[in-house]
């Protein structure tokens, strides 16, 4: 204070004739404006900062892969047929016919060892062998009709300073086993464990040409805890399927043969009740193709092919249920854009996701099944042998015919994610169409997350639409009623209970909506329906008979005190309803049981019954209901006050020239009022999109596509509160959800602005008015 | 506008009606229905959440053997408090021609009988009775019991029968005791064994943080082997507390109550685990209102007991709120930084103009938009940098990288900004241009006019929007379960301990109180009463603060209206 008398009057410094102020207050004042001046830009630039953090954090979901860094070792083995890698990707391994393997260790600079593969008899002559990633196993397979499976076994260690050392060890079989006949040379083969049995099957050449056999086998486990396999059944497929079989797979549960003829056709054998049956004959590139099959191979989870043909094209075909006969068979899904080059010569499937790599000497191409899109390809400079994707999906390798290994570092965090994941039809493994759809979550390794947020919007702009058709015309006429007609006296009453109404949290009304209210409402549908059309109807009825009471009876309720008599005739109609329903229940809705063929009357069986649709007991009704508290107060005080603003001079004149109080307020006030009025809807309607909790517990968060009013919904919000906690930080999922929230943003943004822009319109009108 | 004209047509004798009077009529049915919506929840609420606390008299049924035998109705005689009189449930879904009624009933003593509720049909019940000698104890476990007392078997071996004069008194001052001693285990428990708890903690970071660094010789270790004898010393310190409350524990247990349940079981159970008892019917209304009054009184002030269903709601109302404060705290400054830049500083224009709508738009960004940011910008962002600078040791165990009182109030800080900065513009508004200029006139510079002039005239729009903003921030529940409100905290984020606030640890909420209980709970018609007694508070505390604001706003449009000059 002492300050202030020291002053003596200034203006600002602006002018050059200074008055002695001292210089204290000056600098406080400069300093002050500095303050609030950044202090005041700070703040409104967090608004932009929200939006752009959140973009930021959905960023990477669009884009593409990326190789980071590319590395070429020359270990100079060049008679093998395939490599394998660790799940760390520091021990490749380089697989030759005689079943020597050469490791790679690319920590200690890309130094080799070999190791030779112990087998019990003599060294045989191998044919043909297979790797499978998810196993780490190989299957080999004999000139004289054996087979064999070796095991390679990574172990990681940690040293003294924490580091990790892979150690490797080959665990073959005890024996080699006869798959069918003896002395055939075996072409293909594949094997596969699932619980206690074993199935393999593989193709071999006779003098009559290719045959197909497999095998049954049951793991014994010792009471020593050593395991031994034995025959159970062997089984010659040959007559079953057409053609000359070339190339065999087996699925992960070991119950169904895929076969490739060398005439195009893809046999689909499966295994049940001890016998094989064949289930499926399809041809991938149309029958009698003039391009044969390139290449068939499984994506992870086996259940879907991948194929390429000798031009290139790439398809993907997968199992699903028919809809019309209900069998489980192949069908084309995917169509990829064809490689460059013609067929694919290397194939490895990522043991993470549905990506793939394929590629011949024009091109490498990582694709990813799901959303049908290309991550990465790159032209080769080699001609490439064989390929494979480590098991976290972060290297790829490649070994060039002249033993040259390859190594890709991958950065592709988010392959599932894109414009096509997030708001596309995308035809899903086992899934009989292409469709919509959010489950991001599922229980095995092999699941495919589907990431579709339209199911979401569309539940977002459900629960909205049944909320605003309640919420609007309650609040609209309570505002046209409380601006025009109610006594001054009482609408400074009206106005902050209502506003009251407005501040209940939604955790309360979802509370309530849940717990109290769908249980209530569930056997009281026909009186709530009742009710929908009854009170309006007394509404009306009453208005008509009161302008026939005489004027002695009318004056006993003043004119502004209407809706004080209605309260009482609401509750009383209402009860007559909840009295009621039970009576146009059994008129109406009446279903036959179809035990004991009695007519029972039931809205909730009726439902179902007559429109196809299911009866939930937390559905849209209920929250539609409930949601009305949060969006009525808000509808209601903003288009009261853009009602109450119209200049009371229009009204007068309106008045004045003879118009009633009802004529006064339609054909006036309202129209006058109307931007006002269209901005409270917005603004109540921008509420009602973003609701969260009432959504979460009233609504059994579904993510179903329907306008049905008996069932639930999810909505964006719902989506993230219920999911987001348990998201892991900077995964998929976890900026997929940022996405939602940056859809929410967006509309809420739209819808603001609209309404904010409507309001200013509004100002502007009446300020020639006023 | 409210007049009526008198007729249309003044050339008829008999006034005709005016036009339209049907439509007037409807839209009234809007204000009553809005009304009625309003006044009926919060009458619900109050009346679920009040008669909670009120106790209700037991009723000993004897009831016809039930159809169905081998489940607890084999009995005859038993009983409860009648919570619910409907039509039977079962009759209604099956659709038979007569429903039958039925009651619910409070049965209590889950530990006998494994539920706390039963149902009966009317029919069944040959004779209702309220015996005076029934008694209701609230145990630390297992909920209420409701029996008839038969007498207490004291430490010597006395046993005190029910029928001796001085029985209650004595039960009560057993019950009084073990009160003491359950007081007394706690603050061993808590406090003494707490601080030793936290004492140790230190310690070890010191002791892992030594670890890290190579050794430098000989004062290292030194360090390290005091590290460790001051540990051996709290090590000892707390085995002492630890069997002290080990005595108190076992001495809980040494007086027995014996009891009869209304469906003639005999048990006993130690006095230590009965935490009040009283007989309701003996009870007149003033003896009730006390119990309502005392208990109410109880469920504001303790912990929660058996995940949440039974006891208070102590913590989840303290980190409210303590959040509620520390978001007032954060967006006061700002909030009225920027309504002064905006009013006072900023010249209108687009800029002005665009940053109004920016503001206007940020009120209406749905709250779980906010909690999504405060997840990923405060608690990833800035608090995984905190960690990494200054708690780098306790890693990966996070500090403030993960939910917390902190981030959660700075989250719904950011959700209420946009209520701060529209009230205090206003505020701002309303002081009359003269005032200012006044000032300007009299020699001031702009920020003493800011600070002397308009905003102690502005103080109290700007309070009225503050507590607009607590209210808000006090119900809003979905941004919070992103960052850092948990079901049960194993403390609160104020306490004894150095440095007594602890902005990192993660709190409780009511509103996530409610959530939980009514969703999460295994039992969630048990936790119902629960639910609504925390609603009721909850939503007290928000139309206080409504209401609160509401008069301010009033009382000032009374002020301004006559000083406009």
Known sequence: MSLFSSSSPSLKNKKKRMDPVSKRILRIDRMMNRVIQIGGLSVILTVWGIFLFILWQVFPLFQKAKVSSSTSIHVGVDDFTVIGTDEWAELPFFLNLKGSFFFVDLKKGGKSFHLESDWPDVQPTITTLRYRQDAQKVIFGTQDGQWIDVEVLYKPNFNKNGEREIQVKLNPDKHFIKLGERNAPIVSIDAQDYETRKMVAGIQKTDEGHKLHALLLRRKVSLLGQSQLKVDQSYDLSNSIEGHPEKVLINASADAITVLTREGAVHYVVFQNGVF?????????????????????????????????????????????????????????????????????IFSASQRNKAFLIGNKEEVSLRFSTTESIRWNKPLEYMPRSAVISGKYEHIFIADTAGNLHSIELNDPHPEAGLKAFFGKIWYEGQPEPQYSWQSTGATDTFEPKLSLVPLIFGSIKGTLYALIFAVPVAIMAAIYTSQFLKPRLRRIVKPSMEIMASLPSVVLGFLAALWLAPIIEDQIPSILLMIILIPLVAVIMGRLWIFLPQRARSWVSSGNEFIIFLPAILIVGYLCLQGGGLLEQLLFTVQDPETGAVIADFRQWWPQFTGTPFEQRNSLVVGFMMGFAVIPIIFTISEDSLSQVPASLVSGSLALGASRWQTAARIVVPSALPGIFSAFMIGLGRAVGETMILVMATGNTPIMDLNIFSGMRTLSANIAVELPEAPHHGTLYRTLFLGAMVLFLITFFVNTLAELMRHRLRKKYQGLA | MNRFPKSDHPSRAKPRPPAGEVFVWLTSLGLALGILMSIGLIVLIFWKGFSFFWPRNVVELTVRAPANPGTLGSENVWGGVVVKKQAKRSDIALKLEIVRQEWQLFVGNKDTYGH???????????????????????????????????????????????????FIKEWRLLVKKSNDRRDKIYTIEKRKIGKVNAALESLRLKQRRLLKKTSDGLTHNQKLSEIEKKMAVLQAEYEVFASQAQQLRAKQKEVQLTYKLLSGEVLTQPMGEILYFYFPNQMNFWH????????????????????????????????????????????????????????????????????????????????????????????????????????????????????????????LALMTLPVVIVASEEALAAVPRGVREASLACGASQWQTVQRILLPAAAPGILTGLILAMARGAGEVAPLMLVGVVKLAPSLPVDGFFPFIHLERKFMHLGFHIYDLGFQSTDSEAAKPMVFATTLLLIVLVIILNLGAILIRNHLRKKYMTSIF
């Open chain 1, 277 to 345: 049956t064949l289930q499926q004959t399809f041809y991938p590139f149309g029958e009698n193709p003039e391009t044969p099959v390139a290449s068939m191979d499984f994506l992870l989870g086996d259940a879907s092919l991948c194929f390429t043909d000798t031009t290139g094209q790439n398809l993907i075909y997968s199992l699903y249920h028919l809809p019309e006969s209900g069998k489980l068979e192949y069908g084309l899904t995917k169509t990829f854009p064809p490689l460059k080059g013609g067929g694919s010569i």
């Open chain 2, 116 to 166: 706390m509720y039963r149902y009966t049909d009317v029919d069944a019940i040959t004779s209702v009775e309220r015996p005076k000698g029934v008694a209701v104890a609230e145990r630390a476990e297992y909920g209420k019991a409701i029996f008839y007392p038969i007498s207490i078997t004291m430490e010597n071996g006395v046993v005190i029968p029910a029928e001796a004069p001085d």
């Open chain 2, 288 to 411: 009730k209102l006390h119990y309502f009054v005392t208990h109410f009184w109880l469920f504001l002030s303790e912990d929660p007991r058996e995940a949440n269903t039974e006891g208070g709601v102590f913590p989840a109302f303290f980190g409210t709120f303590v959040m509620t404060l520390l978001l007032s705290i954060a967006v006061t400054p700002f909030g009225v930084i920027a309504a002064v830049y905006l009013r006072e500083y900023a010249k209108e224009g687009l800029i002005v103009q665009s940053v109004r709508i920016a503001v206007n738009n940020l009120a209406g960004v749905p709250s779980i938009v906010f909690g999504v940011f405060g997840l990923g910008f405060f608690v990833y962002g800035v608090g995984g940098t905190i960690d990494d600078l200054f708690f780098a040791d306790r890693l990966p165990t996070p500090t403030f990288g993960t939910g917390g009182i902190l981030w959660a109030s700075l989250t």
